[in-house]
Every structure is written in C-alpha cells, then in structure tokens.
C-alpha cells in the first residue's frame, strides 16, 4: 500500500510540473555547484482533481512518527520536466530566520493525505544545506566553469597518454594512439559546444546545456577507457 501511495504522488508531481503556469528562475543548494530549473507551481488543477498547489504546496510534511518536520514552500523542476525536489521550509518566517532546504522527491511518502518523511526530525531537516534562489547569468557561469574543468580533466589525459606512447613498445603504441585519437575528437566536440553555448548568451544558454553535457560523458567515459 506504501509503495501505491508514493507511485500515485510522485504521478501527481509529474503531471503538476507539465501542466504548471510557472515563473522560472535557476536554483542552487549552497555548498554545491549543482542547479536545477525552478518553477514555483501555479497549477490550479491535475487529474483527479489534484492540484499541486492543494496537494503540495503549502503542506506540512511529518515523519514516521507523526512529528512536523517542515513544509513545502516550492517545487524543483528539472529540464525534462519530473519534479525532482521539495523546497521545504524548516523554521522561522519569511525573512525572519526561515531555514529552506531541497529534499529529493523520493525521499517523501504520499501515506493517508499527509508528506512522510521516514526518520526525519525537524532538526535534522533544519540541519541540512540551506537553499537559495540566484539569476541565470550566474548559474551559466558557474556551469561553463565547472564544464571547462572537465574538459580540462580530458586535455590533461591526453597528455599523460601521449607520454605513455614515448615510451611504450610498437605494440601498445597502436592501442595508445587509438586511446588518444577517441580523447582528440571527444574535447573537440565538447570544446565546440561550450563555443555554442558561451555566443548563446544568457537567453538561450539552456538550449546547448544537454549538448555540451552528453559531450562531457563522452570525455569522461574515454578516460576510463583509457585507464582500463
């Protein structure tokens, strides 16, 4: 019965997210370099008659115990549009020591109408990384920085291996050069996206992000490759 709860909740989070009327923005937990898409819901119906504003926001969560822990003041979407977070209030008011924190979808059980949290106090909530909002032209740069030292990573590699090619015999030469030549093309590729993405502005930034992500596994994948 728990697992049909969270299944239909976490349904009713992913209708809301493509159905909702929303102010995006870029959100990012402090401490960390990850960001998300924000969108504060403003959906006024779901199916079955479900709306994320009744149903989520404003809903104080609980845990296991009957215990408050928090409530959900706002909703993390993510670009392919699943609800991936809760935005949870955990103390104090608007401006007045109010202690917001992300908490992973999965995390929250849907169990007899009220938010679960199994094992959560309200001091372990109010313990967590506090979240906050920032502007977009930040989160792109902070995204070209953290992609260009990847990138850099891969650059570094190659270096390494075509050290390792000096000295190697004529047999694993061959495998090195093959090794080198994938890591060429990988950072060349990725080097070209981060161009796109960098002459986008901050506008149309998003519209290269999923691009110059994919290139940066690809680097990241050869790598191991090559240290297998």
Do not use: C
């Not at 917001?100 to 938010?115: F, M, Q, T, W």
């Not at 920032?134 to 270096?159: C, H, P």
């Not at 596994?217 to 790598?223: E, L, T, V």
């Amino acid at each position: 019965m728990k697992n049909q709860h969270s299944h239909h909740f976490l349904a009713v989070l992913a209708l809301a997210a493509v159905l909702a009327s929303a102010a995006t923005a870029r959100a990012q937990i402090a401490g960390s370099t990850t960001t998300m898409d924000v969108k504060t819901s403003q959906t006024t119906s779901a199916a079955l008659g479900w709306s994320a504003k009744k149903s989520l926001i404003g809903k104080f969560i609980f845990n296991d115990t009957g215990g408050k822990v928090g409530r959900v003041d706002d909703l993390i979407i993510s670009p392919d549009k699943n609800v991936t977070y809760a935005i949870v209030s955990a103390g104090g008011f608007v401006g007045i020591g109010q202690h917001d924190v992300a908490i992973p979808i999965r995390e929250i059980n849907e169990i007899s109408g009220k938010l679960i949290i199994m094992g959560a106090t309200k001091q372990s909530v109010k313990d967590m990384p506090a979240f906050t909002y920032t502007n977009e032209a930040m989160v792109r740069e902070q995204f070209l920085a953290d992609a260009g030292k990847e990138i850099s990573k891969g650059k570094a590699a190659v270096s390494e291996l075509e050290k390792k090619y000096d000295l190697a015999s004529s047999d694993a030469k061959v495998n090195i050069q093959m090794h080198i030549n994938r890591m060429h093309t990988e950072i060349k590729s990725a080097d070209e996206k981060m161009n796109e993405m960098r002459h986008s502005g901050v506008k149309n930034w998003r519209d290269f992000e999923a691009g110059v992500v994919a290139a940066i596994d690809r680097i990241k994948k050869s790598m191991a490759l090559s240290e297998g």
